[in-house]
């Protein structure tokens, strides 16, 4: 079965959720096993596609009870299945006081749930292709139609100022204080960078944060190798960037008929 998943993955990564496979099963009936079920897909797609490493994690809130989200225990996405998954409490604790050990950075998940009554899914990467936007001082931007969803500067979180009063302090978001800013820092948009560590990326289904988080990881290339040629690139501007949120980004006709 998990050869198939990947099979799948690796056909059509990006049209996996949208066209299932033959091997997939029907969907299942009760909505929050059918938001299980796609964070294991989505974690062994965005594994196959390089995004995810050893570590990253998807989640998706519960369509059941809002206050309540599922994400794998501490292990690598690639080898999640259903048995992996735990249902957490926005309090940050598993509802089971038996359930297997957490990743520590699901504080990243409960605080932009808390935050964010609109977002479904959240997707932690530490994406190679994202990372040196933190590092340069040059902002991610959308460069390509299918990154749309982007802002014109993608937001970057900085952990060492959130940390600043800390005179013990690290990289991770692992704790609520950590969380909290990062969820601030993510505002309203879709995707948040954390310097030197990768990105966080948001969704109304973990099928469009998957999709969002393969589209920011390719923008980010495309991005990069633009770059190398030049200095001065061209970006998508806010005209394009408003078709996009309008739904018209793959319209072919001029939305004004015969002006
Ligand atoms: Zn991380």
Redesign the pocket.
């Known amino acids: 079965m998990r050869e198939a998943v990947v099979t799948c993955a690796v056909l059509a990564a990006v049209t996996i959720f949208t066209y299932p496979c033959q091997a997939q099963s029907p969907a299942p009936s009760d909505p929050d096993e059918a938001r299980i079920e796609d964070v294991v897909t989505a974690s062994h797609i965005l594994t196959n596609e390089g995004i995810l490493d050893s570590?990253?994690h998807v989640s998706a809130r519960s369509a059941k009870n809002p206050d309540r989200f599922f994400m794998p225990r501490a292990m690598p996405p690639a080898l999640v299945s259903r048995a992996d998954i735990v249902e957490v409490g926005l309090d940050c604790k598993p509802v089971d006081a038996n359930a297997p050990r957490l990743n520590g950075?699901r504080y990243i998940h409960c605080q932009v749930y808390k935050a964010r009554s609109d977002v479904q899914s959240v997707i932690?990467t530490?994406d190679l292709a994202v990372i040196p936007f933190g590092l340069a001082g040059i902002p991610l931007q959308p460069v390509l139609v299918q990154a749309g969803f982007l802002p014109l500067e993608v937001p970057l979180f900085e952990v060492r100022e959130a940390n600043a009063s800390e005179t013990k302090r690290g990289m991770?978001v692992l704790n609520a204080t950590l969380g909290d800013a990062l969820a601030k820092k993510l505002g309203a948009g879709p995707v948040v960078l954390m310097r030197g560590?990768?990105d966080t990326v948001v969704g109304r289904s973990v099928r469009e944060a998957t999709v969002r988080t393969i589209y920011t990881h390719i923008d980010a290339q495309a991005q990069s190798a633009a770059l190398a040629l030049s200095r001065k690139i061209t970006t998508l501007d806010n005209a394009e960037l408003e078709a996009n949120a309008a739904g018209r980004f793959y319209q072919t006709e001029h939305p004004k008929k015969g002006k």
Do not use: K, P, S, V
């Open positions: 570590f990253g950075e932690h530490h991770l560590h990768g």
